[in-house]
């Protein structure tokens, strides 16, 4: 059926064969169809109706937008022979009730994409140019998740090959939903795979393999069971209460460019966190052999990855076979932008610890706060697990230590810094485990490589890891003494405890000295042998000086008028030289001031009065007060003691003052 500008069916519509409807310029308006073959809609206008059945298939295109209630396809008196796939698209928006087709499902819009539930014997595939809300889904081949520009990439509406876009969302080269995706009702699907524009949210998924990129937040309100591998890359992560992943091998990616956070500790309370944030609690929400968390390395932060306390699980996984390892194992990476290679500054402030068989910290640049932060892989207090650290520059140390390292890998008194223990003595180490890897060799493209971890013991005792083995590769092709190594640490032969130079006995007894630059050390011991040093401090500062002191404070300025002069007491002496022809006080030089302690000759002069003592000047003791008249007569008593003019002291040798 045919029309111009717009059609209208008012009841119901039935045929043993197919049924076709179409408008050049006008909307369509439909009842219930229902076709033992094929139902096909087309129109440049707007598509609204209830339902649709077929024998067949059932393809819909509204150019201006499609609203229906509920379709099926093969589901009710199937043709034998048919595809049985239901193919709804528009340039605008679609809103559709429960879907169910024995085959594929396709759902094409430049707007929304709303759908109550979908069942598929096949595929899925949904593409969307705004927001997509989907219900219940139930399918039986693969999910897939893309923008509404992909259409046009599989061949168009008239010659659509959906082959074309799963292989681009395999590959990673699919646009993306031009918003967010929320899916409401359980998912059962054979495989997974999204390009989402803004955020996703679901309820629970199972399916054997999943693949999503989302450029906001990806939000987990149900458990995904994922019997293969889970790959989710986002700006942030949320995993509610009664959320989850479980499988083999799950990756989590942070694309975000301000910081990574994994772990507690990390965010302040009633604070926002400033990055993408998985938190503790949502951590042990994730049960995997495999666990790989990814930070973006190339973030504004100076920090790239911050990693809080954690709990790593040991044992068998619940979500599939051992790997090589044993049951579990964790990876912490921070990479380029396009995964293309290592890079970035990682640093460990919480206690990440527990019975994993596995646990490994990959970055351009590995830290481990050395006064708040633990790696110990430990069972009951017994090493177990292996622990690599893959970088080519290792530090282990104080907070003060590692913002220095960070400037300058070499700067002056780094080694007296990493010989003195930290403020906080943790003689048990911070790095334990019963096996410890140390690979540069991370693709990062260094030359140059640093493993340097601060004695947290003491002088007498170094700490700071703990191992029963340890070793420490050399990348491929780097040049003697390539690796700079200054560290302190203890192993565990499983009789004892092995401190001090017997560390380096131990671990360089097969190496070859030539490997490091000269100067390295083990506890304060050259790797080449010989006696261990202590390194001498470094010399204090030299006192500030200020060329162009500030006058504030030295200059006393006038504010006030001076005081009425006081009275000294000698008034009427000076009135009375006076009266007697003295010069007059106006016209007279100025006299050298009295002193203010004894000259003259001491014991054993004639001209002493008296012996000299040590009570000192009885005008200052007693009641603690000096008047102004006291001061007046002991002034008087040292002028009459004074020696006569010209009088020198001497000394005849006996000792006494002549």
């Known amino acids: 059926m045919l029309a111009g500008s717009g059609l209208t069916i008012g009841g119901n519509a039935y045929a043993a064969g197919d049924i076709t409807l179409a408008s050049a310029t006008g909307p369509i308006t439909t009842q219930s169809i229902r076709s033992g073959q094929s139902v096909d809609v087309d129109t440049a206008g707007i598509v609204t109706g209830t339902t649709i059945s077929a024998g067949d298939s059932i393809g819909v295109w509204g150019a201006g937008g499609v609203t229906l209630t509920d379709l099926d396809a093969g589901i009710v008196e199937p043709v034998g022979e048919g595809s049985h796939d239901i193919g709804i698209g528009s340039n605008g928006a679609i809103s559709v009730g429960a879907v169910h087709a024995a085959g594929d499902v396709g759902l094409a819009a430049g707007g929304n994409i709303s759908a109550a539930a979908v069942t598929a014997g096949g595929d899925l595939l949904a593409l969307a140019g705004g927001n997509t809300i989907l219900g219940t889904l139930d399918i039986g081949g693969r999910l897939g998740i893309a923008g509404f520009g992909m259409l046009a990439g599989g061949g168009g509406k008239d010659d659509f090959d959906k082959e074309v876009v799963f292989a681009a969302l395999q590959g990673g080269t699919a646009t993306a939903t031009g918003g967010s995706v929320t899916i409401n009702g359980a998912v059962n699907a054979g495989s997974v795979n999204a390009r989402v524009g803004q955020h996703l949210t679901t309820a629970a998924i199972t399916t054997a393999s999943l693949s999503a990129t989302v450029g906001g937040t990806a939000t987990i309100n149900g458990h995904w069971n994922v019997w293969d591998s889970t790959w989710l890359k986002s700006n942030d992560i949320a995993i509610g209460n009664n959320g989850g992943i479980s499988g083999y091998d799950v990756t989590l990616v942070s694309s975000n460019g301000a910081q990574t956070l994994v772990g507690d500790g990390l965010v302040p309370a009633g604070q926002t966190p400033a990055g993408y944030l998985l938190d503790g609690a949502e951590f042990g929400r994730i049960d995997a052999s495999q666990l790989t968390i990814a930070g973006n390395g190339a973030a504004s932060g100076r920090i790239d990855m911050l990693i809080g306390d954690l709990v790593l699980e040991g044992g068998n996984s619940e979500g599939g076979e051992q790997q090589a390892f044993g049951g579990r194992s964790y990876r912490f990476v921070t990479t380029s ?18 019975p994993a068989d596995y646990a490994a910290f990959v970055s351009g640049m590995v830290e481990v706060d050395a006064d708040t932060a633990t790696i110990a892989l430990e069972n009951n207090g017994s090493l177990t697990g292996v622990l690599e650290f893959v970088t080519p520059h290792l530090h282990v140390a104080s907070a003060a230590v590692l913002d ?63 191992a029963r083995y340890a070793e420490f590769f050399s990348p491929e092709g780097s040049t003697p003494g390539a690796i700079d190594m200054v560290i302190n640490g203890q192993i565990d032969t499983g009789e004892g405890i092995l401190t001090g130079k017997d560390v380096r006995d131990a671990l360089m007894e097969d190496d070859d000295p030539a490997r490091f630059k000269a100067g390295s050390m083990i506890n304060g011991c050259p790797v080449t042998g010989g006696a261990c040093t202590k390194i001498a401090p470094p010399p204090p500062p030299p006192p500030s000086y200020d060329p162009n002191p500030p006058l504030q404070g030295q200059l006393v300025l006038i504010s006030t008028p001076a005081p009425d002069k006081l009275p000294f007491g000698n008034e009427e002496t ?4 006076q009266e007697e022809g003295g010069v007059d006080s106006a016209s007279s030089p100025i006299l050298a001031p009295q002193p203010l302690f004894d000259t003259g000759p001491l014991v054993g002069s004639e001209e002493t009065d008296e012996p000299i003592s040590g009570g000192g000047n009885p005008a200052l003791t007693g009641s603690g007060t000096v008047t102004l008249d006291q001061l007046d007569e002991e002034d008087e008593e040292k002028k009459k003691k004074k020696p006569a003019a010209g009088r020198a002291k001497t000394n005849d040798g006996d000792g006494k003052v002549k």
Do not use: C, W
Request: aromatic share 6%.
């Open 337 to 354: 932008a396009d995964n293309s290679h290592v890079e970035g500054v990682m640093r460990v402030v919480g206690d990440v610890v527990g």
């Open 404 to 466: 220095k390292l960070e400037s300058d890998l070499n700067y002056t008194n780094r080694n007296y810094d990493l010989q003195t223990p930290t403020k906080t003595a943790r003689p048990e180490g911070v790095v334990r485990a019963d096996t410890i890897y140390v690979d540069p060799d991370n693709g990062s493209g260094a030359t140059a490589f640093t493993l340097l971890v601060q004695n947290t013991g003491t002088s007498a005792t170094p700490a700071g890891f703990l």
């Open 574 to 577: 000076i009135e009375d030289n």
